[in-house]
C-alpha cells in the first residue's frame, strides 16, 4: 500500500491504494461508533440495553435467550451509534478527487482477457 492521503474534517477519511483498487480508512469513524455504544451501554439514564447485554452473556440465563434478543441488543446499539461522515466545504470533491487518482493508478485485470489489465 502506498503512504495515505486524506480529506481533514471531524472524521477523518484516508485513501490508501492496494494493488486493485483503494482502500478507504475510517479509523476515527470506528472510534465515534465504539464511542457511541460505550455510552449506550453505561448510560445512567437508562440501563435496559447494559442489562439486556449481561442476561445474554451471563451462562445461567444465556441458553433462555434467544436469537431475537441478540438481535434486538444489536439494532439497538446500531440505532445509537455513529454512521455518517460529514464532509464540509470542498472536502467532498477533495475525497472524490483522490479517489479517482488512486482508482486511475490501480486497473482490475480482466479475467477473461487472460489476466491483462482492461
Request: no cysteine.
Amino acid at each position: 500500500m502506498t503512504d495515505p492521503t486524506s480529506t481533514t474534517g471531524p472524521v477523518p477519511v484516508y485513501v490508501r491504494t492496494i494493488p486493485t483498487g483503494v482502500v478507504l480508512d475510517l479509523e476515527a469513524l470506528t472510534r465515534l461508533v465504539v464511542g457511541d455504544v460505550l455510552d449506550a451501554l453505561l448510560s445512567g439514564e437508562d440501563t435496559d440495553l447494559w442489562d439486556l447485554l449481561h442476561e445474554i452473556a451471563d451462562p445461567q440465563t444465556a441458553p433462555l435467550h434467544t436469537r431475537f434478543d441478540r438481535e434486538h441488543l444489536e439494532q439497538q446499539l446500531t440505532e445509537r451509534a455513529s454512521s455518517r461522515v460529514p464532509l464540509y466545504g470542498t472536502r467532498a470533491l477533495e475525497l472524490a478527487d483522490r479517489l479517482t487518482q488512486a482508482a486511475r493508478l490501480r486497473q482490475v485485470p480482466d479475467p477473461r482477457q487472460g489476466g491483462e489489465a482492461a
